[in-house]
Every structure is written in C-alpha cells, then in structure tokens.
C-alpha cells in the first residue's frame, strides 16, 4: 500500500483510515495492492486497487440436476448442493416470478411454465461479490463530498479519479499510470 500525498501526516492518516477499511470490510487478503494519490490543495483523490482472482463462479449445474417435464410444463431442479440456496432462490424469482416456483423441500424446486433457458446460469459468482465489497471499500475511503467521480476500472483493477470541482486531464493522466504501474507490479 502507498499513499502519496505532500502532507506526511494526512498520507499516515490515510494509511490508517484504508487499514480499518479493510480490516472492517475484511479485505486484507484479495487486495494485491493499493495506491492512493491525495492532493487537496487541487482537491483529487485518486485510488487504484488491484484485487487478487476469487474462485470459479458456481453455474446452476454446479448445485442442481434439471429435469423437464413435457407432459406438465414443469421444471424440476433436484438440488445436490444447497450451499447457495438462497441466491439460486432469488435469481429464478426474478426470472422467472416467485408465483411460478414452488419449493415443496429443502432438495426440491418447482418451475411452472419455465419461459427462461436456464442452462449455464451463474448462482453465485464470487468475482463480483468481491468487486462489489472492494467497491464499498472505496467509497468508505474517498473524502467526504468528492462526489464527482471518474470510474475507470478493469479486469482486476479498480480506479477512481475523485474531485469536488471538474475533473481534469491530467488526473485522469495520472490515474492511468498509476493503474500501468500497479498492473505491471507482481506480488510474490
């Protein structure tokens, strides 16, 4: 982790502010590195995350052995994993509506009138739960009332450029090397 800043003492303020963060948000062990520019003399704040690669996402397949039957228009999911449930629950009542699954046991789901292909669907992908806490992490770090906010993040490094006034270029610019070092940087 590095925080540049010209104050010395807001960089170690910061540094401790981000550690509880993560401590918080449990996150000390995804992230790879952290880099943190802060002037707010401009006022910016930039930050860039780089998070390790979680676990494969768990497919439908995974957890359930789907058999269709023709004769009533039903699908039945004959859970063999009921590890993510819940989230399987949640996502074929979104698709599909909660009046047309019935759940008669814990190893058993029931789809009327199934409409959505469901083949290869993702139940539960630990990739993006991950993305998403970092994400809370992030926004718990920037200063309060930088609202104005260039995300500019990919595969797995996030970075935001953050102002309260308009953003300019050379933040932008600066977030782009910072992303390139972080990139180039291996953690061993």
Known sequence: MKVECYDREGA??????????????QLGRAIEDLQIFADPREPVFIIVVKFA???????LEDMAIPEYDKEENKLH?????????????????????????????????IIENPTVKLEGLIVHDPQETLRKKIYDAIFRIIPEGFRVIRDISSDNIIAMVCTDEIL?????????????????????
């Open 12 to 25: 170690e303020a910061y540094e401790l502010v981000v550690k509880q963060v993560l401590q918080d948000l």
């Open 53 to 59: 690669k979680a676990a494969s996402p768990v497919y």
């Open 77 to 109: 999911l004959r859970i063999t994993d009921e590890t993510y449930l819940p989230q399987l629950l949640e996502k074929l009542w979104r698709l599909e509506g909660r009046e047309k699954i019935q759940q008669p046991t814990r190893f058993e789901i």
């Open 168 to 188: 300019q270029e050379e933040w932008i610019k600066k977030a782009d090397n910072m992303i390139k070092k972080v990139g180039a940087e291996r953690r061993w």
